[in-house]
C-alpha cells in the first residue's frame, strides 16, 4: 500500500484506550491504509472521524476456533442458508439498524456505509448473509486483506438467535480453505470470546499483519 500518501501516526503512538488519530476522511485509499497499518475507525455523529489501535487487540485464530454442541447441531442440520457478497448494502445497514445493549445510536454513520460500499465495489470489503427461508435474518461484514490472509470484522447482526455465529462459523471455515491466517475482531466482545477469540499484544498483531 505504499503508493497512497495516506500516513498515520505509528500504532504504538495511541493513547492507553486505544485512540491513535483524529480527523482526515473515509476515502477509501485513507481506510486501506488504516486497516494494512493496523488501524480503525470508531465514532459516532456527535464525533470528528476516530483511528484506534489498541492494545491488547481481539483476534480469532481460525485453528482456535470454538463450535459449541448445540452450533455443531444447527451446521449438521444445515438451520440456515449463508450467502456471501450478495446483499452488503443490506447487511452493513442491518448492522447500524440493531439495537445493542449500553450504546446509544450507532457508530456505522451514513458516511461509513457510503464508504464501505465503496470499499466493496472495490472488492475489499465483503458481506456474509445469513438466510431462514427467503428472509436475511443474520450477517456480518468486514474488510478481506486478502494478500495478507487477514478477515478484520467490523459488525455483525441478528434478528433470530444464533443467526450471526452461524454466519461467522461459516465464513471462517470459508476463509480456512483459502489460507485464513486470522481474524481481527478488533475489542473484546464476550460473543467472540465464545467463538474462541482472544486478546494478543498490540505487537504481535502488527507483526502478524507485515
Same mark, same amino acid.
Given at each position: 500500500?505504499?503508493?497512497?500518501?495516506?500516513?498515520?501516526?505509528k500504532?504504538?503512538?495511541?493513547?492507553?484506550?486505544?485512540?491513535?488519530?483524529? !480527523?482526515?476522511?473515509?476515502? &477509501?485509499?485513507?481506510?486501506?491504509?488504516?486497516?494494512?497499518?493496523?488501524?480503525f &475507525?470508531?465514532?459516532?455523529?456527535?464525533?470528528?472521524?476516530?483511528?484506534?489501535?489498541?492494545?491488547?487487540?481481539?483476534?480469532?485464530?481460525?485453528?482456535?476456533?470454538?463450535?459449541?454442541?448445540?452450533?455443531?447441531?444447527?451446521?449438521?442440520k444445515?438451520?440456515?442458508?449463508?450467502?456471501?457478497?450478495?446483499q452488503?448494502?443490506e447487511?452493513i445497514?442491518a448492522?447500524?439498524?440493531i439495537?445493542?445493549?449500553?450504546?446509544?445510536?450507532?457508530?456505522?454513520?451514513?458516511d461509513?456505509?457510503?464508504?464501505?460500499?465503496?470499499?466493496?465495489?472495490?472488492?475489499y470489503?465483503?458481506?456474509?448473509e445469513?438466510?431462514?427461508?427467503n428472509?436475511?435474518?443474520?450477517?456480518l461484514?468486514?474488510?478481506?486483506?486478502?494478500?495478507?490472509?487477514?478477515f478484520c470484522?467490523?459488525?455483525?447482526?441478528?434478528k433470530?438467535?444464533?443467526?450471526?455465529?452461524?454466519?461467522?462459523?461459516?465464513?471462517?471455515?470459508?476463509l480456512?480453505?483459502?489460507?485464513?491466517?486470522?481474524?481481527?475482531?478488533?475489542?473484546?466482545t464476550?460473543?467472540?470470546?465464545?467463538? !474462541?477469540?482472544?486478546?494478543?499484544?498490540?505487537?504481535?498483531?502488527?507483526?502478524?499483519?507485515?
Amino acid at each position: 500500500m505504499s503508493g497512497f500518501s495516506y500516513t498515520f501516526p505509528k500504532p504504538e503512538k495511541a493513547d492507553r484506550q486505544g485512540l491513535l488519530a483524529v !480527523g482526515g476522511d473515509l476515502s &477509501p485509499e485513507r481506510l486501506l491504509v488504516a486497516y494494512y497499518s493496523g488501524i480503525f &475507525p470508531w465514532f459516532d455523529d456527535s464525533q470528528p472521524i476516530l483511528w484506534w489501535s489498541p492494545d491488547p487487540r481481539f483476534v480469532l485464530f481460525p485453528n482456535k476456533l470454538h463450535i459449541s454442541k448445540s452450533m455443531r447441531q444447527l451446521l449438521h442440520k444445515k438451520a440456515f442458508k449463508v450467502t456471501y457478497n450478495r446483499q452488503f448494502q443490506e447487511v452493513i445497514q442491518a448492522c447500524a439498524a440493531i439495537p445493542r445493549p449500553g450504546q446509544q445510536g450507532t457508530w456505522i454513520t451514513s458516511d461509513m456505509i457510503a464508504a464501505y460500499i465503496e470499499l466493496h465495489k472495490r472488492g475489499y470489503a465483503k458481506s456474509v448473509e445469513v438466510w431462514k427461508e427467503n428472509t436475511l435474518v443474520g450477517g456480518l461484514y468486514g474488510i478481506y486483506l486478502k494478500d495478507k490472509k487477514i478477515f478484520c470484522g467490523e459488525s455483525m447482526f441478528a434478528k433470530i438467535s444464533n443467526a450471526s455465529k452461524y454466519g461467522f462459523i461459516s465464513l471462517v471455515q470459508k476463509l480456512q480453505q483459502e489460507g485464513l491466517r486470522l481474524i481481527d475482531c478488533q475489542v473484546y466482545t464476550k460473543h467472540l470470546e465464545s467463538l !474462541g477469540a482472544e486478546e494478543i499484544p498490540r505487537a504481535h498483531f502488527l507483526a502478524l499483519l507485515k
